[in-house]
């Protein structure tokens, strides 16, 4: 397995549609093409089967796209867990009625649920260490605080992503290519927990326990 960080990193530093991403990914371009030609000068490329994902997508963020939360939210009544593309929030003891009717109520630029009623497709809220409260931002927008921005030595990112994953902007690569798939097969956008049991089966092992669909590779493997 290997993992290639640059395309990510110049997503973060300068946004999804920069030219640093385009170098980013030229310089993977020609990482794989090196991995490809080194398994034909050792005899293997045809015997090997290679799987090629990124894990998310990318959208372009900004300055003027930022939530201040303590602008509507009182801080000493509730504890901010986690800010960012998601954000999760615990009230202080007794401030319940507060946070909800501060958070749930409908806000610009971003939406909040209790945990128990987070989107079910979101597969999320379960868990015990999960806020009580969570919210999402809108497409290229942060929900953060102006202490923590101050602390930020990089300043604002160019690119996030953690949004809807429903989102275009959001949707991940998956090319493969070995003597166990379909040669020009092209199959429906399917979720990325889906390459751990593709991965198991061509690995030949028994997947633990997991929440990918073993259904989704059928129509790729050429048997």
Same mark, same amino acid.
């Given at each position: 397995t290997l993992y290639f960080e640059k395309v990510d990193k110049a997503g973060h530093d300068y946004g999804p549609d920069s030219a640093e991403v385009a170098a980013a990914l030229g310089d993977i371009d020609? =990482?794989?093409?090196?991995?490809?030609?080194?398994?034909?000068q050792s005899g293997l490329r045809a015997s090997t089967n290679l799987v090629i994902v990124s894990d998310h997508g990318m959208i372009a963020t900004s300055p003027e796209r930022l939530v201040f939360v303590e602008d509507f939210l009182d801080l000493d009544r509730v504890r901010p867990v986690n800010l960012g593309i998601t954000a999760g929030f615990e009230p202080?003891?007794?401030?319940?009625?507060?946070?909800? =009717?501060?958070?749930l109520a409908p806000r610009p630029h971003f939406s909040c649920w209790r945990k128990n009623a987070i989107p079910a497709r979101f597969k999320y809220g379960s868990n015990a260490r999960v806020p009580p409260i969570v919210c999402l931002a809108d497409p290229g927008w942060i929900l953060t605080t102006r202490e923590y921005m101050a602390k930020r030595h990089d300043g604002v990112p160019g690119g996030e992503h953690g949004y809807d994953n429903a989102l275009p902007q959001m949707a991940a690569l998956f090319v493969a290519t070995g003597p166990a798939f379909r040669h020009g097969a092209v199959v429906p956008a399917f979720d990325n927990v889906d390459v751990y049991p593709l991965l198991a089966h061509l690995l030949g092992i028994r997947p633990a326990a997991n929440d990918g669909n073993p259904a989704t590779m059928r129509a790729m493997l050429a048997r």
């Amino acid at each position: 397995t290997l993992y290639f960080e640059k395309v990510d990193k110049a997503g973060h530093d300068y946004g999804p549609d920069s030219a640093e991403v385009a170098a980013a990914l030229g310089d993977i371009d020609a =990482a794989l093409g090196r991995l490809v030609d080194g398994l034909e000068q050792s005899g293997l490329r045809a015997s090997t089967n290679l799987v090629i994902v990124s894990d998310h997508g990318m959208i372009a963020t900004s300055p003027e796209r930022l939530v201040f939360v303590e602008d509507f939210l009182d801080l000493d009544r509730v504890r901010p867990v986690n800010l960012g593309i998601t954000a999760g929030f615990e009230p202080q003891r007794g401030q319940s009625r507060y946070v909800d =009717a501060t958070l749930l109520a409908p806000r610009p630029h971003f939406s909040c649920w209790r945990k128990n009623a987070i989107p079910a497709r979101f597969k999320y809220g379960s868990n015990a260490r999960v806020p009580p409260i969570v919210c999402l931002a809108d497409p290229g927008w942060i929900l953060t605080t102006r202490e923590y921005m101050a602390k930020r030595h990089d300043g604002v990112p160019g690119g996030e992503h953690g949004y809807d994953n429903a989102l275009p902007q959001m949707a991940a690569l998956f090319v493969a290519t070995g003597p166990a798939f379909r040669h020009g097969a092209v199959v429906p956008a399917f979720d990325n927990v889906d390459v751990y049991p593709l991965l198991a089966h061509l690995l030949g092992i028994r997947p633990a326990a997991n929440d990918g669909n073993p259904a989704t590779m059928r129509a790729m493997l050429a048997r």
